[in-house]
């Protein structure tokens, strides 16, 4: 079984640019999640799609980042413009779902490192 | 809200030293547990979980137990090798989203 895919793996872009990722989550998959990770820190969720559905974006900065997954499968997480404190890894995880309920275990992609100059 | 906190780190054994990462934890009702580990360059994965109270996860020859009356879920093993060098994390799943605790790096020496 193929694991979650992200794109790129790194990423240099000067502050005030644009930057997009890109995940493709584990086949069957109906939960996808986006989460960014500063250095030395934890995860944090930054949203949470059920298929094409949003349910959870509480944490999303909305004034610079979007995300979309239009057709229920794979996903892009934008930052329009982006700051130096975007510097991070940022995270794809995919879950399963049984009737309508997202399981507990998720799993990760390897992530994309961004570098804000 | 619920938060986890682990041990900082560096830690640093030597192989096949005994390894104890300890985790407690904050939360309302009955969390799912997790410990994660991130080898370098790599992303998250799975090391163990448990989803009650007296439960042990294990995997890979780690261990930790979900203590209900203590809130802790310490990450042990009994003899590391050079293979385990990554940074663990802790993690509890409430009613809403997966948190997790800073992470513990560790460094096993020959």
């Known amino acids: 079984e193929a694991g979650v895919a992200q794109s790129p793996r790194y990423k240099i872009i000067e502050k005030r640019q644009s930057v997009a990722f890109w995940c493709n989550p584990i086949?069957?998959?109906?939960?996808l999640y986006w989460y960014q990770q500063i250095l030395g820190q934890g995860p944090k969720l930054l949203i949470q799609f059920q298929n094409n559905g949003v349910v959870d974006d509480s944490q999303l900065p909305k004034d610079r980042f979007s995300a979309e997954r239009l057709k229920g499968v794979d996903s892009t997480l934008k930052i329009q413009p982006a700051k130096l404190e975007d510097s991070a890894v940022y995270l794809c995880?995919?879950?399963?779902?049984?009737?309508?309920?997202?399981?507990?275990?998720?799993?990760f992609g390897p992530g994309t490192r961004l570098t804000v100059l | 809200g619920n938060s986890v906190t682990q041990m900082e780190g560096p830690v640093t054994l030597s192989e096949e030293a005994f390894l104890t990462i300890n985790c407690t934890y904050t939360a309302t009702g009955y969390p799912s547990l997790f410990w994660y580990v991130q080898y370098p360059g790599e992303g998250l994965q799975l090391l163990l979980k448990?989803?009650?109270?007296?439960d042990k996860g294990s995997n890979k020859g780690f261990e930790a137990t979900y203590r209900k009356e203590t809130t802790s879920f310490h990450l042990e093993k009994g003899s590391v090798q050079v293979s385990d060098s990554a940074v663990y994390f802790c993690?509890?799943?409430?009613?809403?989203?997966?948190?997790f605790g800073k992470g513990t790096k560790l460094s096993v020496k020959p």
């Open positions: 993690a509890l799943k409430g009613q809403g989203n997966l948190i």
């Open positions: 995880a995919s879950s399963h779902t049984y009737s309508g309920r997202t399981t507990d275990t998720q799993y």
């Open positions: 086949s069957g998959h109906a939960t």
């Open positions: 448990a989803t009650k109270a007296d």
